[in-house]
């Protein structure tokens, strides 16, 4: 497993940007897909955003496409959620998410990834 710690969050107010980031340590991070998911008070854990282990496939949930960018320094071990044009509805906790299985295999999990860092709380205003 990889140890993963996520910073950026904090409070915005609708239309505004925030990044947030990923901090991996351990294992070879560039062995890893990572994902962002979010969960939002009484709601389930949602996919956001994954990122194959090259940065050379993406996959965002409808709810975010062509508002967050989601991708990956592995020189650094970083990965990053760029989130633009905020809405309220994106207020939630952003995990970070890393996980070693082929990209075929990652592209398809809603939430079952191997390892998951503690989160980051994300509060968008009206």
């Known amino acids: 497993q990889v140890q993963l710690v996520e910073s950026g969050g904090g409070l915005a107010q609708a239309g505004d940007s925030l990044r947030l980031s990923c901090a991996a340590s351990?294992?070879?991070?560039?062995?890893?897909?990572m994902g962002w998911f979010r969960q939002a008070p009484g709601k389930e854990r949602e996919r956001v955003a994954v990122i194959s282990r090259s940065g050379g496939s993406t996959y965002y949930a409808d709810s975010v496409k062509g508002r967050f960018t989601i991708s990956r320094d592995n020189a650094k071990k970083m990965v990053y959620l760029q989130m633009k044009s905020l809405k309220p509805e994106d207020t939630a906790v952003y995990y970070c998410?890393?996980?070693?299985?082929?990209?075929?295999?990652?592209?398809?999990?809603?939430?079952?990834?191997?390892?998951w860092g503690q989160g980051t709380q994300v509060t968008v205003s009206s």
């Open positions: 351990g294992r070879t991070f560039s062995n890893y897909a």
């Open positions: 998410a890393a996980d070693p299985r082929p990209w075929a295999v990652v592209a398809g999990l809603k939430a079952d990834f191997d390892s």
